[in-house]
């Protein structure tokens, strides 16, 4: 769920060393929260993600299961992966991302952006910014502007971390005809752990978002959450 958190914060600012990977394990009550017009049900959601730098750039990916589906089966399978390539001392990064999914009986429509990102530390946070181009690929295609922020925390010796990103971009209103003009999303995670241990952690997640997955309302949907840090 952390979306771009370790791509960016974690790239190439002192960390070339780290490699990152993890599962979580979150609790979403969106039901409880907003009723059946955003969710038929409660569920959990199980997320993997991978972190890993090398001498030319970095690697991320993640992928989202949603146990929405019959009998709290997998009812939708999201995943991003994203590459940054390192031009020797060069401030940017040319960055390259793949989004796409599968739901029960429809699919995501796949997304892929390329543009330029720039990592940087501000006080204890490792962050990072990038501005893509984004080509959405509705029935009529949609090519749109995506610009990401990202925050990671770096207390040394300290049991709570904080993390998150923030997105926003354009898209189509209309996905079928492209008529309508273009219309903003806004989609952030900030997210919020106590580290019992290196590798285990208790937390929250917020999603806020407006205009996103087919709504035009502002949301705030926090979650329970564990995590396992390999």
Do not use: C
Not at 7 to 31: E, G, K
Request: aromatic share 16%; net charge neutral.
């Amino acid at each position: 769920m952390l979306r771009k958190l370790l791509l960016l914060s974690l790239s190439l600012v002192a960390l070339t060393s780290l490699n990152a990977q993890n599962l979580q394990l979150h609790f979403d009550p969106r039901n409880a929260l907003y009723g059946n017009d955003v969710a038929a049900k409660n569920y959990l959601t199980a997320t993997f993600e991978m972190f890993k730098p090398d001498a030319w750039g970095s690697t991320f990916m993640f992928v989202d299961f949603d146990l929405n589906g019959d009998k709290r089966n997998i009812g939708l399978v999201y995943a991003e992966i994203a590459r940054a390539f390192k031009i020797k001392d060069f401030a940017l990064m040319p960055h390259l991302e793949y989004n796409g999914g599968l739901g029960t009986g429809f699919s995501i429509p796949s997304s892929y952006l390329a543009g330029a990102e720039y990592p940087f530390q501000l006080g204890n946070f490792f962050m990072g910014t990038y501005v893509a181009y984004k080509l959405n690929a509705f029935t009529k295609l949609s090519h749109d502007v995506q610009w990401t922020l990202t925050w990671n925390s770096a207390f040394p010796n300290s049991k709570v971390s904080l993390g998150g990103f923030l997105d926003l971009w354009s898209e189509n209103k209309d996905r079928v005809n492209g008529e309508g003009g273009k219309k903003l999303i806004m989609l952030s995670e900030p997210q919020l752990w106590y580290n019992f241990t290196s590798n285990f952690a208790l937390g929250t997640e917020v999603e806020l978002s407006y205009n996103f997955a087919g709504a035009d309302k502002f949301y705030a949907i926090p979650t329970l959450a564990t995590k396992w840090n390999f």
